[in-house]
C-alpha cells in the first residue's frame, strides 16, 4: 500500500496537496489547528512574501511564495473535514476559476478591453453583478488591513460618492496637511491627507512608509556598529 507520507503523483500541486494531508492525519501538532489559530501564520508568511517581492532574492520569492501556498492547503485541509459544510482545495480551485473567467470576459467572452481602464470596467462590472446583495461599497473591504493600506482603499471608495467632499479626506491632490498637527485629530487628518495625495499620484502609502522604514534600519544598525567615545 501507498504511504500517504510519499505521495506519488505527477503532479506537484497535487502532491503538495497529497503532502498536507498525510501531515493533517499524521502530525499531532497540525491535528489541533483549526481555521482561527491558523490566522497569526497567515499573516506572518504573507508579510515574508512581501519582503521575498520587495527585497527578497529569486529564491526567497519561491520559497515564501510555497509558503503562502502551504496556508492554502491548509486551511483547504481543514475545511474538507468539516461536519457541515466541508470543501477541498479542487472547489476551491474550480471556485477561483469560474471568478476569473467571469471578470475576464476580454479573454473568455467576446468583449473588448485595449487598456488597463477598460479592464477595470469590465472587472469592476462582473464584480458588481457578483455582489448584488452589498448594500456599501465598504462591503467586503476588512477592517484588519494595515492601516494606511486600508486608508488608501477607503479614499478610493469615498471617492467613488459624490456627496463625499469633506476635506477631512484630504483634498485630493491638492491637499496641504499641517506641518505641524497641534492635536491626535489633527495627526489623523493629516495622514489622511498623505494618504489621498498617494492615491492621486498612484503612490501606495503602505509601500512607501515600510521603504522608508527599511532605510531607517539601515542607518540604525550604520549608527550602532560605528565605534563610540569609550571603544576608541
Not at 461536519?83 to 467571469?102: E, G
Not at 457578483?130 to 471608495?157: I, N, W, Y
Amino acid at each position: 500500500m501507498t504511504d500517504p507520507a510519499e505521495p506519488t503523483s505527477a503532479d506537484p500541486l497535487r502532491r503538495a496537496a497529497d503532502t498536507m494531508r498525510a501531515v493533517r492525519d499524521r502530525c499531532v501538532w497540525t491535528q489541533q489547528i483549526d481555521h482561527r489559530a491558523l490566522v497569526p501564520y497567515l499573516v506572518e508568511e504573507s508579510a515574508e512574501l512581501i519582503d521575498a517581492v520587495e527585497v527578497g532574492t529569486r529564491a526567497d520569492l519561491r520559497e515564501e511564495l510555497g509558503d503562502l501556498l502551504w496556508q492554502v492547503l491548509f486551511h483547504a485541509e481543514i475545511a474538507s473535514r468539516d461536519s457541515d459544510d466541508p470543501f477541498d482545495i479542487d472547489d476551491v480551485a474550480r471556485t477561483l476559476t469560474d471568478k476569473m473567467v467571469r471578470r475576464h470576459p476580454h479573454v473568455f467572452a467576446g468583449e473588448t478591453a485595449e487598456t488597463p481602464e477598460q479592464v477595470l470596467v469590465l472587472w469592476n462590472a462582473a464584480k458588481a453583478e457578483e455582489k448584488r446583495a452589498r448594500t456599501s461599497v465598504l462591503d467586503g473591504v476588512s477592517e484588519r488591513m494595515p492601516t494606511l493600506a486600508l486608508a488608501q482603499k477607503l479614499v478610493g471608495k469615498a471617492g467613488s460618492l459624490p456627496a463625499l467632499t469633506s476635506p477631512r479626506l484630504g483634498g485630493g491632490a491638492d491637499a496641504t496637511p499641517p506641518a505641524t498637527p497641534a492635536s491626535e485629530d489633527e495627526l489623523g487628518d493629516a495622514l489622511l491627507a498623505l494618504v489621498s495625495t498617494a492615491r492621486d499620484h498612484g503612490w501606495d502609502a503602505e509601500r512607501a512608509l515600510r521603504q522608508r522604514l527599511r532605510t531607517l534600519a539601515g542607518e540604525i544598525r550604520a549608527a550602532e556598529a560605528e565605534p563610540t567615545d569609550l571603544e576608541e
